[in-house]
T-cell receptor, first 107, second 114 residues
Framework: AQRVTQPEKLLSVFKGAPVELKCNYS??????LFWYVQYSRQRLQLLLR??SRESIKGFTADLNKGETSFHLKKPFAQEEDSAMYYC?????????FGEGTQLTVNP | DAGVIQSPRHEVTEMGQEVTLRCKPI?????LFWYRQTMMRGLELLIY????????DSGMPEDRFSAKMPNASFSTLKIQPSEPRDSAVYFC????????????FGPGTRLTVT
């Protein structure tokens, strides 16, 4: 069965510091992975997907099949990045989400 | 488009009462998902529909939970009888084609069962 693990429930960094939100997965097939974000008082929304190989709001994520990881990174965190971040794995027509990481960027 | 619409936004009820949550997906989307969000377990998929047909309800906690989608523009999630451990935020999401396509989430319904 598929599983997504985000080992950190809370992560706090200072503005301008690098940030990495960890995500590990277990899946027997070829994974399709996503990061969703929920800003305060806003809806959960897609941040990026690995198949697009895109950078959104300065965030990137690289799929490492050897380590079964899909960590989200940003070199210089901003206060507006404070939010709840969910890693998700697609299998069939459904998404399996991790437990989420609450990121706080302090001034 | 107003996006996915959920009602009510907040619901407070007493244990044992029936609770009905409602969702209107984005027009044209053929997949609809119901999720539950808690601090301990994060975001869990309860059930999803494709073209109004339930495809996977393995995430529904127990028989007290039921979901329907009578037409392409409306779905309900019912809890009967409700229990305090059902307190959570319930999200509805819809997508076009499902899976690897972006899911659009509603604002959620915060349910409190006392």
């Amino acid at each position: 069965a598929q599983r997504v693990t985000q080992p950190e429930k809370l992560l706090s960094v200072f503005k301008g510091a690098p940030v990495e939100l960890k995500c590990n997965y277990s899946y027997s097939g070829s994974p399709e992975l996503f990061w969703y974000v929920q800003y305060s008082r806003q809806r959960l929304q897609l941040l990026l997907r690995h198949i697009s190989r895109e950078s959104i709001k300065g965030f990137t994520a690289d799929l490492n099949k050897g380590e079964t990881s899909f960590h989200l990174k940003k070199p210089f965190a901003q206060e507006e990045d404070s939010a709840m971040y969910y890693c998700a794995l697609e299998s069939g027509s459904r998404l399996t989400f991790g437990e989420g990481t609450q990121l706080t960027v302090n001034p | 488009d107003a996006g996915v619409i959920q009602s009510p936004r907040h619901e407070v009820t007493e244990m044992g009462q029936e609770v009905t949550l409602r969702c209107k997906p984005i027009s044209g989307h053929d997949y609809l998902f119901w999720y539950r969000q808690t601090m301990m377990r994060g975001l869990e998929l309860l059930i999803y529909f494709n073209n109004n047909v339930p495809i996977d309800d393995s995430g529904m906690p127990e028989d007290r939970f039921s979901a329907k989608m009578p037409n392409a523009s409306f779905s309900t999630l019912k809890i009967q009888p409700s229990e305090p451990r059902d307190s959570a935020v319930y999200f509805c999401a819809s997508s076009f084609h499902g899976g690897a396509y972006e899911q659009y989430f509603g604002p959620g319904t915060r349910l409190t069962v006392t």
